[in-house]
């Protein structure tokens, strides 16, 4: 049996997992049974993958992060070092809650900085930016730029995560890219 991915040989792989090719998995992680890994994604070294958790292609998960069962990443995520999810609202030690996990989704090119929080059943919006250590409570729109505890946001980025400025007619343009956006009350888009 071909193996389409890479693992170092502390890395634990259960069964029944299904990880994609060219996807690379460091040192001393766990993927649990049951998870999805697209390809060419990263998994760093101190990585924990639950079961039912799925991770898109080119998912980058940096060291010491847990990634719960009711997490869904989409294609190109960025998760910071020691970055937290969370999966249940009122966890107690002594009350099983696995019945009351809450899904959390990181869409498509969105980046959450190093030790950033994340309270389970909020939505990270399309190639927003959550900044280090911020604590998100409530939906991140898409090209947002978050931080703080609790976080709020702060502006808008572009695809290559550079800050947006915006002209009078609300146009702005990416400094690397040259890619053009628009912002309205509804929020951001790319033109």
Same mark, same amino acid.
């Given at each position: 049996?071909?193996?389409?991915? /890479?693992? #170092?040989?502390?890395?634990?792989?259960?069964?029944? =997992?299904?990880?994609?090719?060219?996807?690379?998995?460091?040192?001393?992680?766990?993927?649990?049974?049951?998870?999805?890994?697209?390809?060419?994604?990263?998994?760093?070294?101190?990585?924990?993958?639950?079961?039912?958790?799925?991770?898109?292609?080119?998912?980058?998960?940096?060291?010491?992060?847990?990634?719960? /069962?009711?997490?869904?990443?989409?294609?190109?995520?960025?998760?910071?070092?020691?970055?937290?999810?969370?999966?249940?609202?009122?966890?107690?030690?002594?009350?099983?809650?696995?019945?009351?996990?809450?899904?959390?989704?990181?869409?498509?090119?969105?980046?959450?900085?190093?030790?950033?929080?994340?309270? =389970?059943?909020?939505?990270?919006?399309?190639?927003?930016?959550?900044?280090?250590?911020?604590?998100?409570?409530?939906?991140?729109?898409?090209?947002?730029?978050?931080?703080?505890?609790?976080?709020?946001?702060?502006?808008?980025?572009?695809?290559?995560? #550079?800050?947006?400025?915006?002209?009078?007619?609300?146009?702005?343009? =990416?400094?690397?890219?040259?890619?053009?956006?628009?912002?309205?009350?509804?929020?951001?888009?790319?033109?």
């Amino acid at each position: 049996m071909i193996i389409p991915y /890479t693992a #170092h040989p502390s890395a634990v792989i259960d069964d029944n =997992c299904e990880i994609g090719e060219g996807t690379k998995i460091w040192h001393f992680s766990h993927i649990m049974s049951g998870c999805k890994i697209g390809k060419a994604c990263n998994i760093g070294q101190n990585v924990v993958i639950s079961p039912e958790v799925v991770l898109g292609n080119n998912v980058k998960v940096q060291n010491n992060v847990s990634v719960y /069962t009711g997490v869904i990443c989409e294609d190109d995520v960025f998760l910071g070092p020691s970055m937290v999810f969370t999966n249940v609202i009122n966890p107690r030690s002594a009350i099983i809650r696995k019945n009351e996990y809450r899904q959390t989704v990181v869409h498509k090119g969105a980046s959450i900085g190093a030790n950033a929080t994340i309270i =389970c059943g909020n939505e990270i919006g399309k190639y927003s930016m959550v900044g280090a250590g911020a604590v998100i409570t409530k939906e991140v729109p898409a090209y947002a730029l978050v931080y703080g505890n609790p976080a709020i946001q702060k502006g808008w980025v572009s695809e290559y995560g #550079h800050k947006l400025t915006f002209d009078d007619d609300g146009i702005g343009f =990416c400094p690397e890219s040259g890619e053009k956006y628009f912002l309205s009350h509804q929020g951001v888009i790319k033109l």
